[in-house]
């Protein structure tokens, strides 16, 4: 704690206090908002390094209203700041503490910004007026009546009030000294009053005009009150008799307009102003009556509430969000299908079951205005298009498209919002996408809506549940809000590389589109429409600096990527537009310093004129010149080719086939590996299965353990298949983890193989799963591991009879360069597989499409 007969420093930083008076000996609790007060709290008060830190200048300012300026008060009030409370949110707010030291008189301004600092004389010092009252006779007797009018207004007072039997106690402990001061802050008094007893100096001044203040309290307190009598006159008097006995009583700072001017534009508004701007924002918002009866309660809460409390910032955040949030505003959908149709057919190649669901949602709205959004899910691997699809739609409809990130998202409040008794609390995702668009009707596209977690702030897949279901959702609850709100007008579209990560509950919510890979005839069209056009922009090119044959195109699509999407094949697109823009800028620097010399020794005869447009005419025959994009170029600029045909190869030997998988990435090819060695007729499977794949693999050896025989696979009749025989299945890629139903017959094919001796087709993949009595069935993902068979050249596929509805979704180049083998039991898997039949094998049908 300061101790207050210590002198003063010479410097202070000022704390300007508006229309408000703060006098020593006397507490006070200070509100700061304008900037430059902020920022000498933030450099001095908080920073408690020194001891000069905690004591600052409080100086009254008055806004006269004949005046144009605001007049700074040349005496102050040196304070020691007690404590200091507050908040950065929503926006800086202190409240200070002070308790009032002695008086101090501006000599002159220091330092304005960024604070206002200034050079100060101490008036008075409690010690030396001790001193003085006992010394001087007229000063005692004044300090005695004195306290004889406090006592007597104290005895007016209720005792049963605990408050007054302290007032007596604290009465009795203040100084003679200080008691003018002390209790005109404590009787009613107006501004100016209190300002003049601020400017006087003087002990005995100062107490006779505090004993009048004092008389006319306890007169008040028996009903006349000289108040009321005439405020307004008695506050202009004493105003001007203030400024008369006082002429340089007035601070003139080196620049008055500019500084009352800054602390001006500092307060911007009253809290008063802000709270009925508030109101007339709820008036005109057009709310729905349930909202608008909670946001007129909370108003009239807030209207009661002190600016000091932390509750007023977050009340008046609330009522900021129910007014900007879109209630009744909407877009008007744009129901041309035909135009629909064109522009969807623009903006993306192929996708037809994606885009005839949407064509159908828009002939539905078109004939019935009052159908509540769809919840579209589109699942298909990345780079397929998913994200842009639904941009697409958003435009093609005229609505606002917002896109929410669910990746990673593993706290239920990102979706539902906190409740307002948390600090920082605010609304969830939905309700921020809505306020951003304004509009109650937008596309909200719910991104990699799989890849949500949980964890101890709850499952945010089940916060979901209510705004996918278009029965709930007309009636949303945002924990923030605490209102309902429709969400029946918005068009959600979820996107997924996977359904198996998604919860049932939300599943069942949704309207899955699969969306599958492209084929190598989509690539090169997606290449020549989106991918190199918008590849030539980002890396300075044109048509004309760049020619890209369809061959070369090929060549990079099939040799260095093997994805469904289309990522990969960008980058590499990338990768060649940036080293022809080396080629191109090369070659327009060498025809420009040709052209010069050409130019130059010419003709010495020809004018300046002449030479340019000899330049100008090579370097332009120059850029005509398209640079051919060839694959030798290809290799020097991407490097040799990444995937290469290894299924000749691979299939040369005994114990090898070719299966297909799914993958969230798309289909994949997958190659099974088996071999034999001397043992105990162990089993040993490797290459991270899951626990589906190993019961294939011991299915399918068992299911041919019980026909080796009929397979002419042992050599004498009875002799088990594994007798001193150990198995090793391996699935290459041993770091990638493989599960799932899809293998069975691959394992068959592989221990046949393995067995007989015999090698199977290299152009042959397959897929199915097997049941102990040799039955082919159905699996899933066909038209994905179709076309990854078809990416990695094979064209011949073994699949289940069942699946042969599946085909009907491939592409019709596809189908054409491919043959399918529909199989119902093991046996035709077996047929198919290899060159000619095993001696004895049952004769099963088999057919072709």
């Given at each position: ?670 190659f099974v590996e088996a071999t034999r060695m001397g043992g105990e007729g162990k089993i040993t499977l490797t290459g991270q299965l899951g626990d589906v794949m190993k019961e294939s693999a011991q299915l399918a050896l068992s299911w041919l353990r019980s026909r080796s025989v009929e397979y002419s696979l042992t050599a004498e009749d009875g002799v088990d298949l594994l007798e001193r025989t150990d198995v090793h299945i391996h699935f290459p890629a041993g770091a990638v983890g493989k599960d799932g139903p ?59 009879r069942r699946n042969e509805k599946d085909l009907s979704e491939l592409p019709d180049n596809v189908k054409d360069e491919m043959t399918f083998i529909l199989a119902n039991r093991v046996e035709d898997v077996l047929r198919a597989a290899f060159d000619d039949e095993f001696p004895g094998m049952a004769q099963a049908t088999s057919s072709k499409l």
């Amino acid at each position: 704690m300061v101790v207050p007969n210590r002198d003063l420093p010479k410097r202070l930083p000022l704390l300007i206090l508006k229309d408000k008076v703060l006098l020593p000996g006397s507490s006070m609790r200070i509100a700061v908002r304008d900037n430059a007060s902020l920022r000498m709290i933030d450099s001095r008060l908080l920073r408690k390094d020194t001891l000069s830190s905690v004591i600052i200048g409080v100086v009254p300012r008055r806004s006269d209203k004949e005046d144009e300026e605001s007049l700074l008060h040349a005496t102050g009030t040196a304070a020691v700041v007690v404590q200091v409370t507050g908040t950065n949110w929503p926006k800086p707010l202190y409240t200070l503490l002070v308790t009032g030291l002695c008086r101090f008189r501006i000599d002159k301004t220091v330092m304005e910004e960024p604070y206002l600092i200034a050079e100060v004389t101490q008036l008075d010092r409690p010690t030396e007026q001790e001193a003085e009252i006992r010394k001087n006779a007229v000063l005692t007797t004044l300090a005695e009546e004195f306290r004889l009018f406090a006592n007597e207004i104290v005895d007016m007072l209720d005792g049963r009030i605990p408050v007054v039997s302290r007032l007596k106690d604290m009465l009795s402990g203040i100084p003679d000294g200080s008691l003018p001061d002390t209790l005109t802050s404590i009787v009613k008094a107006s501004y100016l009053e209190k300002l003049e007893i601020l400017n006087t100096v003087d002990l005995i001044e100062r107490f006779k005009k505090s004993l009048h203040l004092l008389k006319r309290q306890k007169e008040g307190m028996k009903g006349k009150n000289p108040l009321r009598s005439g405020p307004e006159v008695i506050n202009r008097r004493l105003w001007k008799s203030n400024n008369s006995k006082r002429g340089g009583n007035m601070l003139v700072p080196k620049d008055p307009k500019r500084v009352s001017k800054r602390f001006d534009d500092d307060d911007e508004n009253d809290d008063e102003d802000d709270v009925e701007e508030l109101e007339r924002k709820i008036r005109s918002a057009d709310l729905p009556e349930h909202a608008f009866k909670v946001a007129m309660k909370e108003l009239k809460r807030l209207k009661k509430m002190p600016p000091q409390f932390p509750e007023h910032a977050t009340t008046r955040n609330y009522l900021e969000w129910m007014v900007d949030l879109p209630w009744s505003q909407e877009t008007k959908d744009k129901l041309d299908i035909s135009q629909a149709r064109i522009d969807l057919d623009h903006d993306h190649y192929g996708l037809e079951k994606l885009k005839k669901r949407v064509i159908e949602y828009l002939a539905v709205r078109k004939l019935k205005n009052s159908l509540k959004g769809p919840i579209l899910c589109f699942v298909g691997p990345p780079g397929v298009g998913k994200t842009s699809v639904g941009r697409s739609i958003a435009n093609t409809l005229g609505r606002e498209f917002q896109r929410i990130s669910l990746g990673g998202i593993c706290d239920q409040s990102d979706i539902r919002g906190h409740r307002r008794t948390y600090i920082g609390s605010m609304p969830g995702r939905i309700l921020n996408a809505l306020k951003t668009v304004g509009v109650k009707n937008p596309v909200i596209l719910l991104d990699e809506v799989d890849k949500m977690g949980k964890s101890l702030h709850g499952d945010p897949s089940a916060a979901l549940l209510e705004v996918l279901d278009p029965e709930q959702n007309w009636t949303f609850v945002d924990h923030y809000l605490n209102i309902p709100f429709d969400l029946s007008q918005v068009l959600f579209i979820a996107t997924a590389n996977t359904v198996s990560t998604i919860p049932a509950a939300l599943l069942d919510r949704m309207e899955l589109i699969m969306v599958p890979g492209y084929t190598q005839e989509e690539k090169v069209a997606i290449s020549k429409r989106h991918l190199l056009p918008k590849q030539l922009k980002e890396h300075g090119l044109t048509e004309q600096d760049i020619e890209v044959p369809g061959d070369s195109l090929k060549a990079v699509i099939s040799n260095y990527t093997r994805e469904a999407g289309v990522r990969s094949l960008e980058r590499k697109i990338g990768g060649v537009c940036r080293a022809v823009a080396v080629q191109v800028a090369e070659a327009t620097r060498n025809a420009s310093e040709k052209a010069e010399e050409k130019a130059e020794a010419g003709s010495k005869e020809d004018s300046k004129e002449l030479k340019d447009k000899h330049k100008s005419d090579s370097a332009q025959t120059a850029d005509k010149k398209a640079f051919l994009v060839t694959e030798k170029f290809l290799v020097d600029v991407l490097g040799p080719p990444i995937f290469e045909s290894e299924v000749a190869q691979r299939l040369s030997t005994p114990g090898v086939a070719v299966g297909l998988a799914w993958t969230a990435m798309g289909g994949e090819i997958m190659f099974v590996e088996a071999t034999r060695m001397g043992g105990e007729g162990k089993i040993t499977l490797t290459g991270q299965l899951g626990d589906v794949m190993k019961e294939s693999a011991q299915l399918a050896l068992s299911w041919l353990r019980s026909r080796s025989v009929e397979y002419s696979l042992t050599a004498e009749d009875g002799v088990d298949l594994l007798e001193r025989t150990d198995v090793h299945i391996h699935f290459p890629a041993g770091a990638v983890g493989k599960d799932g139903p899809s293998a069975g017959v691959t394992i068959v094919t592989v221990l046949v193989s393995l067995f007989s001796g015999r090698c199977t087709r290299s152009d042959t993949a397959m897929t199915g799963e097997i049941t102990l009595r040799g039955l082919v069935l159905p699996v899933g993902g066909i038209k994905e591991k179709v076309l990854a068979a078809h990416r990695a050249g094979l064209r011949r596929v073994i699949l289940p009879r069942r699946n042969e509805k599946d085909l009907s979704e491939l592409p019709d180049n596809v189908k054409d360069e491919m043959t399918f083998i529909l199989a119902n039991r093991v046996e035709d898997v077996l047929r198919a597989a290899f060159d000619d039949e095993f001696p004895g094998m049952a004769q099963a049908t088999s057919s072709k499409l």
